[in-house]
């Protein structure tokens, strides 16, 4: 089973940067698509950005598409979310999870069961 750790959120200011880490570990994770989910205050959970590990084909949600940069170190067994530009709306819990397929990321109901995620603060 594949075991991720979010790590590297923080409070930072509009338009500011931050990146975030997801390290995994486990029986064939590099197998998988690895993606990064959200969850605001009051709202569903949702996709923000994936990327297929061994191919590092990318798939991004059209919100974050040029302000965010999802990548992979194979040395470090990391995913990382380079977030830029960010906005108030970007506040939330943010978390990584592993799917089959960038296209099993979609369903964020189908996934392996969460972690605890690492939170974001967007001041204005």
């Known amino acids: 089973q594949v075991r991720l750790r979010e790590s590297g959120g923080g409070l930072v200011q509009v338009g500011g940067s931050l990146r975030l880490s997801c390290t995994a570990s486990?029986?064939?994770?590099?197998?998988?698509?690895i993606g990064w989910f959200r969850q605001a205050p009051g709202k569903e959970r949702e996709f923000v950005a994936g990327v297929r590990w061994v191919s590092e084909a990318t798939s991004y949600v059209d919100l974050v598409k040029g302000r965010f940069t999802i990548s992979r170190d194979g040395a470090r067994n990391t995913v990382y979310l380079q977030m830029n530009s960010l906005k108030p709306e970007d506040t939330a819990v943010y978390y990584c999870n592993a799917g089959s397929t960038l296209r099993a990321l979609q369903d964020v109901r189908t996934l392996n069961p969460w972690g605890q995620g690492t939170l974001v603060t967007v001041s204005s």
């Open positions: 486990g029986r064939d994770f590099n197998t998988y698509a």
